[in-house]
């Protein structure tokens, strides 16, 4: 049991140190990659179309790849866009521990409503899911209902095109920072 431990938590320090550097072939790829994957969004959830013109930025993450057993990781590389184009680019990493296992990719975007949340963002030299801005994840049965007049939240999240199997449960820290400036 312990040697297993030892092979899965080496495998997961693997990953999430190796995963968000290979998914960034170049800022141009990337952007287009974000772009296309915000237009699934759209084209899947009419409800985060609207959110995305009331939203200062979205930052968006094409492929979040995520895999564990017991102890786990995520990692993933992504754009910001900002008036119809990727302005900055970002990794996102995470460590997980708990009952989990399995392999999972699914993709991601963050509306930034406010302009201090996408300060925050800019200004950070990292910044972890769960401090700052506060963080609204949106379900198929939230976006049904969800009225985009009353925005009272710093950013939005939709997680959404998930493949794969996980299952479990665990503790999760997501940090984003940025990797490279403009295009």
């Given amino acids: 049991m312990r040697r297993a431990f030892l092979i899965a938590a080496c495998a997961a320090l693997a990953f999430s140190a190796a ?11 990337l952007a287009a990659d974000s772009q296309a994957a915000l237009d699934r969004l759209y084209a899947a959830n009419p409800k985060a179309k609207e959110l995305g013109q009331r939203a200062r930025a979205i930052l968006v993450f094409p492929r979040i790849v995520k895999a564990g057993l017991m102890v786990g990781g995520q990692g993933g590389d992504g754009a910001l866009i900002e008036n119809g184009r990727a302005t ?64 009272s ?6 997680i959404y095109g998930q493949k794969g199997l996980m299952a479990g449960l ?3 820290g997501s940090k984003i920072t940025q990797i490279y400036p403009d295009p």
């Avoid at 995963?19 to 790829?29: D, G, I, T």
């Avoid at 990794?91 to 009952?99: D, H, I, N, S």
């Avoid at 700052?132 to 949106?138: C, D, L, Q, R």
């Avoid at 939240?153 to 939709?158: G, L, P, T």
């Fill in 153 to 158: 939240q710093d950013v939005y999240a939709f």
């Fill in 88 to 151: 900055r680019f970002y990794k996102t990493v995470a460590g997980t521990y708990g009952l989990q296992a399995g392999v999972q990719s699914y993709s991601s975007a963050l509306f930034f409503i406010t302009p201090s949340s996408l300060d925050y963002l800019k200004k950070s030299e990292g910044w972890s899911i769960g401090s700052g801005p506060s963080v609204v994840v949106i379900d198929q049965g939230k976006a049904k209902s969800m009225n985009t007049t009353t925005l």
């Fill in 19 to 29: 995963a968000p550097s290979a998914l960034a072939a170049s800022a141009r790829a």
């Fill in 170 to 172: 665990g503790l999760e």
